[in-house]
């Protein structure tokens, strides 16, 4: 089974609000790459939740991909802070899937933390310049992280 690193603003989709609604959108990735793993999800994989562009920013908890990949709704809404004006209902290059909770962690393990493990120095998440909202996590990189609970 493949893992994943999904990036949300606590703000927008925090893991408490996930495990209060128990099932979410994720949706507004407006990056190529990122938009190509959201892809290769299958339902069932497992993803951590990191919380980004927060004052602590870290993996706060672990969710399941619970749908196949959609078009994201939030290109064609003119509302959306992700409106894309040359999406169409015919040509829309952006996807969305339905995400559940799985687990909060009881504390969230920063991103300094992260930085300092050797066997996360190939996660794309601790490279300087990385900016990607969603990556692959490999399985050892995933057991070196729940080692970190």
């Not at 559940?100 to 009881?106: A, S, Y």
């Not at 050892?140 to 080692?147: D, G, K, N, V």
Request: negative net charge.
């Amino acid at each position: 089974m493949p893992y994943w690193l999904m990036k949300s603003e606590p703000d927008e989709l925090s893991i408490l609000d996930l495990q209060r609604l128990g099932r979410a959108r994720w949706d507004g990735v407006r990056n190529y790459q990122a938009r190509n793993f959201l892809r290769s999800m299958q339902i069932g994989d497992l993803f951590f939740f990191y919380h980004s562009s927060c004052p602590q920013p870290g993996i706060a908890g672990i969710g399941r991909i619970a749908s196949a990949v959609y078009p994201d709704p939030t290109a064609l809404d003119a509302e959306s802070p992700y409106f894309d004006a040359k999406a169409s209902a015919a040509h829309n290059p952006w996807s969305a899937l339905d995400v559940e909770f799985v687990e909060v962690f009881p504390e969230l393990i920063p991103l300094a933390r992260l930085r300092g493990e050797a066997a996360l120095a190939e996660l794309a998440l601790v490279q300087r310049g990385s900016r990607l909202s969603v990556m692959p996590v490999s399985p050892e990189q995933w057991t070196a992280i729940l080692r970190l609970r």
